[in-house]
């Protein structure tokens, strides 16, 4: 069975304290990563997609990694309006045009103090 | 702007009663699906469909119900046989359900039980 945990599940930053947020997994074949942000009482919103292990991503303060068992979202020099949950989910490889189901995780609460 | 539109924002439910989720998409996306978002725990698939006239269902698809009979519509009926139905309920869409593009996301419907 496919599994994703994200952690820490909440994370509090001073504005421009640069971490990162994990997102460990398990598929049977890694067919996309995909991160969102999720503000509250609000849909989710794509940020990036990895397809395999080495690849990287940025848009503007943050930057997404990739390895085999893991991804990392850096966030450089946080803003107060940076505050999101942030999700993490995985599709798993399925066979022929069989669908591809996301699997995600728990999410990390991050907020940014000014 | 294209995107995916959900309604009402927020919902009460009587005991006994049906109710109906609305979802609709102008993205053009041949897939659609429905989630259910409670706190502390990642996004769980309630059904899925790929095509007109044609759903699956997801992972928690007990006591919900949906159709699809236009391709910009996927409305979720949430069954007096769910007995649990207080969450966030959030409508998604992407190009298929068998590629690897990500999945875009309404505001969600938030639903209460009275």
């Known amino acids: 069975e496919d599994q994703v945990t994200q952690s820490p599940e909440a994370l509090r930053l001073q504005e421009g304290e640069s971490s990162s947020l994990n997102c460990s997994y398990t598929?049977?074949?890694?067919?996309?990563l995909f991160w969102y942000r999720q503000d509250p009482g609000k849909g989710p919103e794509f940020l990036f997609t990895?397809?395999?292990a080495g690849e990287e991503k940025e848009k503007e303060r943050l930057k997404a990694t990739l390895t085999k068992k893991e991804s990392f979202l850096h966030i450089t020099a946080p803003k107060p309006e940076d505050s999101a949950t942030y999700l993490c989910a995985v599709q798993a490889r399925a066979g022929g045009t069989s669908y591809g189901k996301l699997t995600f995780g728990q999410g990390t609460i991050l907020t940014v103090h000014p | 702007d294209g995107g995916i539109t959900q309604s009402p924002k927020y919902l009460f439910r009587k005991e006994g009663q049906n109710v109906t989720l609305s979802c609709e998409q102008n993205l053009n996306h041949d897939a659609m699906y429905w989630y259910r978002q409670d706190p502390g725990q990642g996004l769980r698939l309630i059904y899925y469909?790929?095509?007109?006239?044609?759903?699956q269902k997801g992972d928690i698809a007990e006591g919900y119900s949906v159709s699809r009979e236009k391709k910009e519509s996927f409305p979720l009926t949430v069954t007096s046989a769910q007995k649990n139905p207080t969450a966030f309920y959030l409508c998604?869409?992407?190009?298929?359900?068998?590629?690897?593009?990500?999945?875009?996301f309404g505001d969600g419907t938030r639903l209460s039980i009275l």
């Open positions: 998604a869409s992407s190009w298929s359900t068998y590629s690897n593009q990500p999945q875009h």
């Open positions: 598929v049977s074949g890694l067919r996309g």
């Open positions: 469909s790929q095509i007109v006239n044609d759903f």
């Open positions: 990895l397809y395999s």
